[in-house]
């Protein structure tokens, strides 16, 4: 099927279709028994979309072909700042784009909530407009 735009895929929660084993989940750190919903993380990457769509557009002016997906492992404070970003895998093989994309996601604010600090694992995949 080819897309007539650049598709940038955020697989954290439906309707993106996440594949199961990129979703590793929530892991509890702190005793409270109330988390971040998928829905209250997911809605904080579709409003920083548009940024992480820029990054990309830019890397393809360098690589009209560049493709693929990170999977990052986050850390989100009670505060909803991001704790921090680190990289699990990642199969773009572009160190600038890469870094960039996790220096974008420690810049989210998940607002502010009385829950425990939550990690997650979350792809972010990148496909250009011939995929």
Do not use: C
């Amino acid at each position: 099927m080819r897309y007539k735009y650049i598709a940038l895929l955020l697989l954290g929660a439906l309707p993106f279709m996440a594949r199961a084993e990129d979703m590793v989940g929530q892991e509890r750190i702190a005793q409270s028994k109330i988390w971040r919903s998928d829905k209250e993380i997911q809605d904080v990457f579709n409003k920083n979309r548009r940024a992480l769509y820029l990054v990309y557009s830019k890397a393809l002016r360098e690589n009209a072909k560049l493709s693929g997906k990170m999977i990052m492992k986050i850390t989100i404070l009670p505060s909803g700042d991001v704790g921090g970003v680190t990289l699990v895998r990642s199969s773009l093989d572009d160190n600038d784009l890469e870094t960039q994309t996790m220096d974008i996601i420690k810049g989210f604010d998940f607002g502010e909530k009385d829950v425990g600090t939550v990690v997650i694992h979350y792809p972010v995949e990148y496909l250009p407009a011939d995929s």
